[in-house]
């Protein structure tokens, strides 16, 4: 199958492999598997997928860390007043949060995650060595590696920022944008449109 799959260009097996094997009559199968399935294929599916093992609908699966209490997981060397944190959340190893922070509900901060004071981050998922700064508002959000959110930032609904971005003070990425790896946005900047172009913004 995977010799029909042409190289140097984008090739969908459901948009463009399933439909060339069916025209010429080539025998396909299914099977029908028990229990939790979802399709990643894009960010508001990750962030499906991620909710559902919060909500402890995956059975068999449950986030890494230990739950000091309902909902709640917590790696090593954490820095967070656990009791302020509103389940379900997931803190890596290393993560720290500042005490007027607020974290939760349904959000993921990976290893070594920073998150500054008076910051909120809800609904949303900081891949490993980011840093939210002070004010910052993160709502249903996907913060990838190594990112830098700076003070007062706005990330909303349905943004996403690939790795190592960073954002400065007061900038908001509307939502539904994505910014690609690597780009920087300057302060105070609006981000309407996906951010994929050389350059910052």
Known sequence: MLEHIPEGREYDFSEDLFPKFLEEERPMYGYVMEGYWQDIGNIGQYMDAQRAV????????????????????VGSRVEAKVEALEGPVVLGNGVRIAHDAHVGPSSVLAPNVHVESGASVVRSIVAEGSSIGEGAELDSTLVGRSCRVGPGA?????????????????ATVEPGVSVYPGKHIESGADVAEDLAEEGDA
């Open 154 to 170: 706005r990330l909303l609904e349905g943004s996403a920022l690939g790795d190592e971005v960073g954002v400065e003070e007061g």
């Open 54 to 73: 919060l909500d402890g609908k995956v059975e068999g699966v449950l986030p890494p860390g230990e739950q000091p209490r309902l909902g709640v997981y």
